[in-house]
């Protein structure tokens, strides 16, 4: 997974066909608990570019896009959001694929 080195750099991936946004950060209990599963997530959803984001170094990024728990997904396809799993609620692995199978739901 990349990680997102600027605010530039976000605007240019939510134009691509299928971004999937992991906001996220390092003290976080919670994401290091999804942690593990996320290679097997990505390799199960080729379709999607993941890109991870520190929550800590793009806070403005967050509050633009009212994500105000983390881990959260916002998934991007052509410069239109079109789908998000936002909350401050530990997520299970089968919460994450049910949303990546359908985001817009």
């Known amino acids: 997974m990349q990680k997102l080195l600027s605010e530039e750099q976000f605007e240019n ?12 950060a390092d003290w976080c209990p919670d994401c290091r608990v ?7 997530i990505e390799a199960d959803y080729p379709e999607y570019e993941f890109v991870y984001v ?3 170094q793009f806070i403005d ?26 909350s401050k609620d530990r997520k299970t692995r089968e919460e994450i694929t049910a949303f990546l199978d359908h985001p817009g739901e």
Do not use: M
């Open 61 to 86: 990024i967050c509050a633009a896009h009212d994500i105000f728990g983390i881990p959260s997904f916002l998934v991007y396809s052509n410069g239109k959001e079109a789908g998000r799993f936002v």
């Open 54 to 56: 520190d929550r800590d």
């Open 13 to 24: 991936l939510k134009q691509g066909e299928r971004t999937v946004f992991l906001f996220s």
């Open 34 to 40: 999804i942690e593990p599963w996320l290679p097997g």
